[in-house]
């Protein structure tokens, strides 16, 4: 105990020789304390702040584009109950017709025979793998502007 007493006393003593043990430091010091844990507390508290406005903004963002979905599947639905949809549906899943119109089925290989393929598509794919990117670009982009 005496130990503990004389290291207090030292202590002390080294206080008092730098001037601080006056009271009005250790009241400045305790403000100090103070004012740090008060200005901590503050930032964590707009910090927090700032975090739940973030989430907040998502939040109404989803909001709005889920209300927009709805919106949309409404305007559909209406859609779905119109007279000109019920033609539509029925002319293309029955094959119906309208007074005075006619109905034709194409196949399949009247179809596929009837598009119109390059000649010579082998040729061009191996020439553009040939040719750098840069040039593939540049001749898009006259064949865009100025055609064949």
Do not use: C
């Amino acid at each position: 105990m005496n130990k503990l007493l004389s290291k207090f006393y030292d202590i002390r003593a080294k206080l008092h020789d730098r001037g601080l043990d006056d009271p009005r430091m250790l009241g400045f010091l305790l403000l100090a304390v103070i004012g740090l844990s008060v200005v901590w507390n503050g930032a964590n508290v707009v910090q927090q702040n700032y975090e739940l406005l973030k989430k907040i903004a998502i939040l109404e963002d989803q909001n709005s584009i889920l209300e927009l979905e709805n919106s949309n599947m409404r305007i559909q639905n209406e859609y779905y109950s119109t007279p000109e949809y019920a033609e539509l549906k029925a002319r293309k899943v029955n094959g119906k017709a309208a007074p005075g119109e006619s109905v034709y089925i194409v196949t399949n290989d009247v179809a596929l025979a009837s598009l119109k393929t390059p000649e010579n598509s082998t040729k061009t794919t191996s020439e553009a793998q040939n040719k750098p990117k840069y040039q593939e670009n540049f001749e898009a982009w006259m064949k865009f502007f100025f055609g064949n």
